[in-house]
């Protein structure tokens, strides 16, 4: 049934013709999805479906420019790390961008018993998945390089923290997006003289 959604999700992403969607699938029953989706208005919204118990994977993100190979796979904090890559209490290795703010978390269904307190880990204690999302905007965020010739700003995303490593998504995936050159379209009038 999984690989049957993922199946339509692709088709419907060809079909629909957002180009540079990107998601992370778990690779069986159970664990998370982890999708992001260009919206065309330099937004993108990042969407995580949760099978587990927990609410503590949480994705974070970055833009190409930023995409540092020493910080994306360290397995420590580094002496010096660059913008936005960053300490965050409790891991030991670099994070980037929390996906918006509140940050995105994997959330519960009404009823479902989270992990923690006695309750163990169930990787399938949501069997229809349930769905937390948050839309960055990247026209607003500090330090985001200049869009693309063709108005577009390229991001990187994943899940490397969580509560059981088997199910966190660390493989980055790539999202272009699109509708990001300014309003003027680029041109700037404010030296002309008539």
Do not use: H
């Not at 069986?28 to 118990?53: S, W």
């Not at 490593?165 to 379209?185: F, N, Y």
């Amino acid at each position: 049934m999984r690989a049957l959604c993922a199946t339509v999700l692709a088709a419907g992403v060809v079909a629909g013709g957002m180009t540079g969607a990107g998601a992370a699938f778990a690779e069986d029953a159970g664990g998370l999805i982890l999708e992001g989706v260009n919206n065309g208005d330099c937004t993108a919204t990042i969407k995580v479906t949760n099978f587990t118990n927990s609410t503590f994977f949480q994705p974070d993100w970055w833009f190409e420019q930023e995409n540092d190979p020493a910080m994306v796979n360290a397995t420590t904090i580094p002496a010096e790390m660059p913008a936005p890559w960053r300490e965050s209490s409790g891991i030991q290795w670099p994070m980037a961008r929390w996906v918006g703010d509140p940050p995105l978390a994997s959330g519960l269904g009404p009823g479902v018993d989270g992990w923690g307190n006695g309750n163990p880990y169930n990787r399938n204690a949501q069997p229809d998945g349930f769905v937390t999302q948050r839309t960055i905007d990247l026209k607003t965020v500090t330090g985001a390089p200049e869009p693309s010739a063709e108005g577009t700003k390229t991001i990187w995303f994943r899940i490397k923290t969580g509560a059981q490593i088997a199910d966190r998504l660390p493989t980055p995936q790539k999202l272009v997006v699109e509708g990001c050159r300014s309003s003027s379209g680029g041109l700037d009038f404010g030296s002309l003289s008539l």
